[in-house]
């Protein structure tokens, strides 16, 4: 039940995009995400294009038909791993305009502002929210590198778990940014989210298809922002009102 609720507050945020006062605030977020998701991929491809004619040097005349092979599995590890590892450093770049999505979305959805900050008190808190991303990377990295070895010791159940830490994730990145707003603390943060893990592994899953999806990833993130300071506002925040 939680996970498909999970699943569905991520889709809530594509109307949420379009919406007459929130457009210009997803439009900063969108444009560092087509701009680093293009780049990107540009180099990424060129790597695997030199990489595919260097091994298929090395191949016999009668071996060369393996590229065809190697192509499309190259291509589902880079859509796998792709989708989390550099939507982790477009968010950390991103952050301070996610966190203003965010809490523009919840006037939105509430009427209440999070805060009376002017854009000087804006400026002064983006070194605190960077610090909160360090947190979330430092917290990040040495699991993924752990699943991501896993993924090609131990495969089928590697993939899985793979795919559930990607989940989790993507849940702690778009989630965190409502929570930082009211200053909730990275610990109660992921308290709240173990406390209802079905939200969690449901709206993370709907992120990573969408984030592996051609296009359509380019806007994955303030999708996302929108759609998981819905579920903060519908399932957290209450917790922490008159604080």
């Known amino acids: 039940m939680q996970l498909g609720r999970g699943f ?28 680093i998701f293009g780049t990107s991929l540009f180099f990424i491809y060129g790597w695997l294009t030199d990489a595919f004619a260097w091994i298929n040097a090395q191949l016999p005349e009668w071996l060369s038909w393996l590229e065809w092979l190697l192509w499309p599995l190259a291509f589902l590890v880079v859509l796998f791993s792709y989708s989390m590892i550099f939507t982790v ?5 991103a952050a301070p305009f996610n966190g203003l999505l965010a809490e523009k979305v919840e006037l939105h959805l509430t009427g209440q502002r999070v805060n009376d900050d002017g854009l000087l008190d804006t400026m002064r808190d983006v070194p605190r929210m960077l610090g909160r991303e360090w947190t979330k990377l430092c917290y990040y990295l040495p699991r993924a590198i752990g699943f991501f070895i896993l993924m090609w010791f131990l495969p089928i159940i590697g993939q899985i778990i793979w795919a559930l830490f990607t989940c989790w994730m993507f849940a702690i990145q778009y989630k965190d940014y409502a929570f930082d ?15 209802h893990r079905g939200l969690s592994y ?32 519908e399932n957290y925040r209450n917790n922490y009102r008159g604080q």
């Open 89 to 93: 450093i477009t968010n950390f770049i």
């Open 181 to 195: 707003n009211h200053k909730v603390s990275f610990a109660d943060m992921k308290r709240d989210l173990n406390a």
């Open 202 to 233: 449901g709206f993370g899953a709907g992120v990573m298809i969408c984030a592996m999806i051609p296009i359509l990833n380019m806007i994955v993130m303030p999708v996302a922002v929108c759609g998981a300071t819905k579920l903060w506002v």
């Open 8 to 35: 569905e507050y991520f889709f809530s945020g594509f109307p949420m995009i379009t919406e007459k006062g929130l457009k210009r605030f997803v439009l900063i977020p969108l444009l560092i995400n087509l701009v």
